[in-house]
Structures are given as structure tokens and as C-alpha cells.
């Protein structure tokens, strides 16, 4: 299904962390801006989660970065109203963030420095968005996240 490019269902909402880091510094992962980076917790079972504020239609999630400093291994998951993590279905899942940077990101044409890695999970409607960490990682960060929503179809 085709998504809906000029929309992101993440920006400027409620992010939060398994570290229970201030949401003024997580809101910097929601914000547009992909200047400035974000330091999280990197042990395995640590994890971050965006509230969409609602269900809605996900097709693809984003990450932005200018390294490969993120976790190594990780899940997308997506759960939505009344439920709990517990109930949370995978949307993707990531073997190898270092060799995906190098084989599978997308540049931004306004500056190289810059990438994207885009993990497009099959249709779902859900409200979170919870990335969570496989393996132990001595450091991460990151950039931006992005949650694209599908563009309606005729008679929808």
C-alpha cells in the first residue's frame, strides 16, 4: 500500500524510555529536526516508545542518524489502545544496525552527513511505537524517528 510521504504520525508526540529520561530531552526524537542527537540507553530489554496519541494506519518507521551508534540488534513493535506491551505484534526487526548503515540507508540529498533507515512492516493500525534493545550496546543515540502513515485509497 502507498504511504502517506508528507505525513509523520510521530512528530512533536509524547515519547519515553526505559531509563526514564526527562521527555524534554526525548522530545528532540520527535521534533522534525534531525540536528541534534539523543543519547539512550543501551542494554538489552532497554527501550523507547512513541504514543501516536491514537490508532492509526502505520506503514513505515524511520530512523534518522549521522552514525552507526545506535543499537545493534532491536524490534519494532506497535500495540494500540487498551492494550499492553504484552499484547505489542512485531512490525520489523533488525539483525545488524552497522551493516544495515552501510548496505540499506537512504542519504538526504541536503546533506550526505545525514542518513535514513526506513522498516516497512506489513499494515497495521496501532497507537505505540516501542523500539527495544536486543544485545548490550556500549553507546547509542540517535537522530530523528519518523512513523509514516498509508495513504488512504479511493472509498476509504
Request: charged residues 35%; contains cysteine.
Amino acid at each position: 500500500m502507498p504511504l502517506d510521504e508528507g505525513a509523520n504520525l510521530a512528530k512533536e508526540r509524547f515519547v519515553m524510555d526505559s531509563a526514564s529520561t526527562q521527555p524534554a530531552d526525548l522530545a528532540k526524537l520527535v521534533d522534525g529536526d534531525r540536528r541534534s542527537t539523543v543519547p539512550l540507553p543501551g542494554k538489552a530489554g532497554d527501550w523507547i516508545e512513541i504514543d501516536l496519541g491514537r490508532d492509526r494506519p502505520i506503514g513505515d518507521v524511520r530512523l534518522w542518524c549521522d552514525t552507526a551508534d545506535f543499537w545493534r540488534r532491536f524490534d519494532i513493535l506497535v500495540y494500540s489502545t487498551g492494550q499492553t506491551i504484552a499484547d505489542a505484534r512485531p512490525f520489523a526487526r533488525e539483525g545488524d544496525w552497522r551493516w544495515t548503515c552501510v548496505n540499506r540507508k537512504d542519504s538526504d540529498l541536503d546533506d550526505p552527513r545525514w542518513f535514513r533507515v526506513c522498516y516497512r512492516g506489513a499494515p497495521v493500525r496501532a497507537r505505540f511505537v516501542r523500539l527495544v534493545c536486543r544485545e548490550d550496546t556500549g553507546f547509542a543515540r540517535l537522530a530523528e524517528i519518523e512513523v509514516l502513515p498509508l495513504r488512504p485509497t479511493e472509498g476509504q
